[in-house]
């Protein structure tokens, strides 16, 4: 069966969670889970929650933890906390959590992020993994980079990828 035979049985929609990891951002002037939820919408898929964090190690772990065991979602996409800074923890707290990663991701992220910006594309640790039967994406803060991550990856194998970790 090729890629879009498969894809055409795959789910056009999905139920979403969004968390912003900021210690300076609110819902009020977060554009980046904006670009990402406006997106997601665009494309048929239902934003469930949609959230600003501070960038803190147990917060973090807590909020992913409620979601991971939250039936209704079958996504999560976090963006902030994944660069250099110190305070940049959004990688040590989500990938020990993965039952998979999804190495391919980043190295596709990087690509394309230094087609647009260069050599500062080393800078991003994005990564993305399955847990618990849920797909979770830790994308940069930058609008910019959340709008690449979601045109050219994560839109179109959504469906195709929630088919394949329900599949038995």
Same mark, same amino acid.
């Given at each position: 069966?090729?890629?879009?035979?498969?894809?055409?049985?795959? @789910?056009? *929609? !999905?139920?979403?969670? #969004?968390?912003? =990891?900021?210690?300076?951002?609110? /819902?009020?002037?977060?554009?980046? &889970?904006?670009? #990402?939820?406006?997106? /997601? $919408?665009?494309?048929?898929?239902?934003?469930? $929650?949609?959230?600003?964090? @501070?960038?803190?190690?147990?917060?973090?772990?807590?909020? =992913?933890?409620?979601?991971?065991?939250?039936? $209704?979602?079958?996504?999560?996409?976090?963006?902030?906390? !994944?660069?250099?800074?110190?305070?940049?923890?959004?990688?040590?707290? =989500?990938?020990?959590?993965?039952?998979?990663?999804? #190495? *391919?991701?980043?190295? /596709?992220?990087?690509? /394309?992020?230094?087609?647009?910006?260069?050599? +500062? +594309?080393?800078?991003?640790? +994005?990564?993305? &993994?399955?847990?618990?039967?849920?797909?979770?994406?830790?994308?940069?803060? *930058? @609008?910019? +980079?959340?709008?690449?991550?979601?045109?050219?990856?994560?839109? @179109?194998?959504?469906?195709?990828? #929630?088919?394949?970790?329900?599949?038995?």
């Amino acid at each position: 069966m090729s890629v879009e035979e498969h894809k055409k049985h795959a @789910p056009d *929609s !999905t139920n979403t969670a #969004i968390i912003t =990891i900021s210690s300076s951002r609110t /819902l009020e002037n977060d554009k980046s &889970g904006l670009v #990402i939820k406006n997106l /997601l $919408e665009k494309s048929n898929h239902k934003t469930i $929650e949609y959230l600003v964090v @501070p960038d803190d190690i147990k917060v973090i772990g807590e909020k =992913i933890g409620q979601l991971i065991e939250d039936k $209704e979602i079958n996504l999560i996409i976090t963006t902030g906390g !994944t660069g250099l800074a110190k305070k940049d923890t959004t990688i040590e707290t =989500i990938r020990p959590l993965f039952e998979r990663e999804l #190495i *391919s991701f980043n190295a /596709l992220f990087s690509k /394309l992020s230094y087609e647009v910006i260069g050599s +500062a +594309a080393i800078l991003s640790r +994005a990564t993305a &993994g399955i847990v618990n039967k849920k797909i979770i994406f830790c994308l940069p803060g *930058s @609008p910019e +980079a959340c709008q690449l991550a979601m045109e050219k990856l994560i839109l @179109p194998e959504i469906g195709h990828m #929630i088919k394949h970790i329900n599949e038995r």
